[in-house]
């Protein structure tokens, strides 16, 4: 698929599928961000990948969690609006109960999962780093369990090969989805040695609470090495295919959004820098975003021998 924006939006705005909407919004959005996204749009390192060292602040902020204020209104769920700051309002009387999740493909024994039979598999919490593809960054609290216990229990068969995730599709809940412009429902993907990692989540709940709708309730995926759009919210189906999957934004603009999207400063997004990030709740400086969000101590044997520039 072609690209659909103007070649004379900046690269510093920074918010990808808004650019297909107002200006307005964007700049609303952009300002909502707060100084930091200001700062990117005027510094003159804003957007190249060489940041200097003098200019970026180190560590201690980057690792405290974020507030549960924070966290739970300033969200990317397209599905009820591209608008970060709406998404908490328009998505209050979403309706999470009844629920059920299809685990369902290449393995020996599909099923539906309720939310009590998700429970039943022990929770755990993991503090974590999430950096959305936009370049900002929460540290989150998440209640979870590592979704490959989920996928043992269904027994993978050996063609199986990746796994694809799926949201609900309900345009009278999700008036998102009755705008035309994506191709709903939302889908995400993960190689199947991905899913099956110790740090990828099953995630139910935020600060000891169950997920609000704006967080992806009531069960989502939360893949912390990778941009925060591979952590599929409100998923009702996980299927296991021998194919790499078709995913929401590689579908929308391939040459931007790769399956992969590991979190990585040295390969740029094609308009903006992902060598800084800006985190939110923080007074506006940038810091350097981590090769593999941190993580790469923990999964850099899964990209052995790959170059991750193009399997971006
Ligand atoms: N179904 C669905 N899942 C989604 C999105 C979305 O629009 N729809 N946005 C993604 C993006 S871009 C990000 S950064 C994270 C944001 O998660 P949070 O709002 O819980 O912080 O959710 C991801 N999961
Ligand atoms: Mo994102």
Not at 53 to 71: C, G, H, K, R, S
Not at 103 to 129: K, N, S
Not at 135 to 154: E, Q, R, Y
Request: hydrophobic share 35%.
């Amino acid at each position: 698929m072609k690209r659909r924006w103007p070649e004379n939006i900046r690269s510093s705005e920074i918010t990808p599928a808004e650019t297909y909407f107002s200006r307005r919004r964007i700049l609303r959005e952009t300002l909502f961000l707060g100084a930091a996204a200001a700062l990117a749009a005027c510094s003159p390192e804003g957007a190249s990948p060489s940041a200097t060292p003098a200019q970026v602040p180190t560590e201690p902020p980057l690792d405290a969690p974020n507030t549960y204020e924070e966290i739970t209104n300033i969200n990317n769920f397209y599905e009820f609006t591209t608008s970060k700051e709406r998404v908490a309002q328009v998505a209050r009387d979403f309706v999470t109960s009844p629920w059920q999740v299809e685990v369902t493909g290449l393995v020996e024994q599909p099923g539906m999962y309720d939310l009590d039979a998700l429970r039943r598999f022990e929770v755990e919490e993991r503090i974590y780093r999430m950096r959305c593809v936009e370049g900002w960054s929460m540290v989150i609290p998440w209640n979870g369990f590592p979704l490959g216990k989920l996928l043992k229990a269904v027994t993978p068969l050996p063609a199986a090969k990746y796994v694809q995730f799926t949201t609900l599709l309900d345009p009278n809940q999700m008036p998102g989805q009755k705008t035309g412009y994506f191709t709903w429902p939302y889908e995400e993907g993960l190689r199947l040695d991905e899913a099956m990692h110790d740090l990828t989540l099953l995630v139910m709940g935020v600060y000891g609470k169950d997920l609000l709708p704006q967080n992806g309730a009531p069960v989502r995926l939360v893949v912390p090495w990778k941009y925060g759009f591979k952590s599929i919210k409100s998923i009702v189906k996980i299927d296991l295919t021998a194919e790499m999957p078709a995913t929401f934004w590689n579908d929308l603009a391939p040459e931007e959004y790769g399956f992969y999207a590991n979190v990585n400063p040295e390969v740029p997004h094609p308009r903006w820098s992902q060598a800084t990030e800006y985190k939110i709740g923080t007074s506006g400086e940038r810091f350097p975003t981590r090769f593999l969000n941190g993580y790469a101590p923990e999964v850099g044997e899964l990209y052995k021998g790959m170059d991750l520039t193009k399997a971006y």
